[in-house]
């Protein structure tokens, strides 16, 4: 269900004008300036890298079984469509999915960490507590493991008094959710002489299907890595985990790189051939500079004439569609400013919220 709600909500935003494609690159958090900057376009940054392990056949199967069910039609073009029955289940379900949960852009790369880190933990404390130091870690991601080794040395002396303060946070800040979502999260946990279940055991415990407690899961993560966020001093072992872990200001490390180089002055010719990159590839650096910069420069890129006529392509039809507004303004103004103007002027509606 939380899937479909997902899909549908994508699907009602991108209103046509994005293929089913696009919104499987959303989820998954794809690095291309295109996601990045339909996330922003479309109001869908909440769903940006929401479950980056997502298999396309898997996700074609959702479609699928929307279109079966007569809430989703495809066109030629395999752009999506909602069905009057579609808005009307949606509108149904909207307030018990939470989707506003969700806050994928700022988070897609935190979450994971954060919940790894505390699947981990929770299963090293439980066993040393019972002085049982031989066990398969539940997460054998590398980074993760060298974190709890690090942590528990701190921790070893005051492990007692972290492990029930722990417990006391998670039981706060799970107590927002709902008796089976808060289940679904407590049951994955591993202790002593206990594994957490799979998500594969939790759809078939719960009756749902895989990728909601996925999806689920993730969500609950975000709504609770808000609450720490806002409030640390309310949730001091908790925000322990996250220690060190920022939100990079840019999706792709080489954007970072290219806006330092335009922060010292550095045209966007000179910047590729320092980097020996395409000019194409620069190009896309500085749309996601825009669209993550709140004082970017645009009118270092072109004319307030040229921004206008843009601004009135777009609000005239009514779209968003690259191809719809070149051909509505002057032929001397490329696509790279019409993105730009896409960039910044989503970015000026975000600030006037």
């Given amino acids: 269900m939380l899937a479909d709600g997902i899909i549908l909500k994508c ?16 989820i998954t958090g794809k690095k291309s300036i295109q996601t990045v900057q339909d996330a922003h376009i479309y109001q869908l940054k909440n769903f940006y890298g929401i479950n980056r392990s997502l298999q396309k056949r898997d996700f074609d199967k959702i479609i699928n079984t929307l279109i079966s069910n007569k809430l989703l039609e495809l066109d030629e073009s395999m752009s999506c469509s909602v069905t009057p029955n579609g808005l009307e289940w949606y509108k149904k379900w909207q307030s018990y999915l939470q989707l506003t949960d969700f806050d994928g852009l700022r988070y897609h790369t935190v979450s994971s960490i954060y919940y790894d880190r505390l699947l981990l933990l929770i ?4 066993n040393s507590s019972n002085n049982h130091y031989s066990f398969i870690p539940v997460i054998d991601r590398q980074p993760v493991l060298d974190w709890v080794k690090l942590v528990f040395k ?7 008094s972290y492990f029930e303060q722990l417990h006391h946070e998670l039981h706060e800040l799970l107590s927002s959710f ?8 407590v049951d994955r946990f591993s202790g002593y002489n206990h594994y957490g279940k799979s998500k594969e055991q939790l759809a078939s415990d719960y009756k749902r299907d895989k990728m909601d407690i996925s999806f689920t899961i993730e969500r609950m993560n975000h709504a ?15 925000e322990f985990l996250i220690e060190g872990l920022t939100n990079k200001r840019f999706i ?11 922060q010292e002055n550095y045209s966007i010719n000179e910047i590729g051939r320092m980097r020996n990159l395409k000019e194409n590839t620069v190009y896309d650096h500085v749309v996601e500079v825009a669209l993550f910069t709140h004082d970017f420069p645009v009118l270092n890129y072109l004319s307030e004439d040229q921004q206008q006529q843009i601004l009135t392509a777009v609000y005239k039809e009514n779209t968003y569609k690259l191809k719809a507004i070149k051909q509505m303004v002057d032929e001397r103004i490329s ?3 019409i993105r730009l103007v896409l960039a910044t002027m989503q970015r000026v509606g975000e600030q006037n919220e």
Avoid: G
Wanted: zero cysteines; glycine letters at 0%; aromatic letters at 12%.
């Fill in 11 to 26: 699907s009602i935003q991108f209103n046509q004008n994005r293929t089913s494609s696009a919104i499987y690159h959303l």
């Fill in 123 to 126: 299963q090293t404390l439980s």
């Fill in 154 to 160: 701190q921790l070893k002396q005051n492990m007692e």
């Fill in 178 to 185: 709902s008796n089976e979502e808060a289940s679904i999260y």
């Fill in 224 to 238: 609770m890595l808000n609450k720490i966020y806002l409030s640390p001093h309310k949730f001091p072992a908790i």
């Fill in 252 to 262: 792709t490390d080489s954007a970072r790189k290219t806006y330092q180089l335009l």
């Fill in 335 to 337: 696509y790279f400013q």
